[in-house]
């Protein structure tokens, strides 16, 4: 089921809607020392999307991970942060994938769907934005009692888009897609990313990064009505 289009200030381009007023410290749970799902991670929903995808922790040779499913479906955990950046930030994961979707496209609303993706939100800052960026946030707080992160970073386990490639999300601008992984020659194999999250902003936007306030796994089909399972290692931020 594809997104509709009025969820596009709320949560397309996977915006995530952080409840105002509730930020996390700065360290990531590891996967691998989590007793529950709700041990530092939170469930990240869309309204009007009610197939979500499973999320649960299994062991990977001998490393407790998570292992997410999905099928014509679309969810995630988030993970609450309040972190200043600095001059450099490395995020570092490992994931692995069953397979890519045959419809995922990067550049279409159609095919904004990935096996797996990882969400770097930032504070929105309004002294940079438009005022109608401004009236928009301000009429999602008003009815979803919610507000908005600002710019974001997918890095995207990608079908067509080339390795190390950046797009904008069809769906919002303030969202940019960095392909990390494409394609299914790696499919069924752990890969290890490490990203300069500084750096990436920076090319991606043209400017120092604000605080990050969250980071979030996505598995996601809801647009293609595909399948897939992935799985996560920990995330890691190191300086």
Do not use: C
């Not at 991970?65 to 969810?75: G, H, K, L, M, Q």
């Not at 570092?92 to 609303?109: E, H, L, P």
């Not at 990050?212 to 089909?221: K, N, P, W």
Request: no cysteine.
């Amino acid at each position: 089921m594809s997104r509709p289009l009025s969820l596009t200030a709320l949560a397309l381009g996977i915006l995530i809607a952080l409840p105002a007023g509730v930020w996390a410290d700065t360290r990531i749970t590891p996967f691998s020392t989590m007793a529950d799902l709700d041990d530092g991670w939170e469930p990240l929903e869309f309204p009007k999307i009610d197939r979500h995808t499973n999320y649960r922790l299994v062991e990977e040779d001998g490393t407790q991970v998570i292992e997410a499913s999905t099928d014509n479906s679309a969810s995630g955990l988030i993970a609450r942060l309040d972190l200043e950046p600095g001059e450099s930030l490395m995020l570092t994961w490992r994931w692995k994938v069953s397979n890519v979707f045959d419809q995922g496209d990067a550049r279409k609303k159609s095919g904004d769907d990935y096996p797996a993706r990882i969400y770097v939100a930032f504070e929105f800052e309004p002294q940079k934005a438009s005022w109608f960026e401004r009236a928009k946030r301000k009429t999602v707080a008003t009815v979803f009692g919610e507000e908005l992160p600002g710019n974001a970073i997918n890095y995207i386990w990608a079908n067509r888009l080339p390795r190390g490639e950046t797009v904008a999300n069809p769906y919002s601008e303030e969202t940019m897609m960095i392909a990390v992984t494409s394609g299914n020659e790696q499919a069924g194999e752990w890969v290890t990313v490490k990203r300069d999250l500084v750096a990436d902003y920076r090319a991606a936007f043209g400017e120092d990064p604000p605080p990050i306030r969250g980071v979030a796994i996505m598995s996601d089909s809801d647009n293609t009505g595909e399948s897939a399972t992935a799985w996560y290692g920990d995330l890691e931020l190191g300086r």
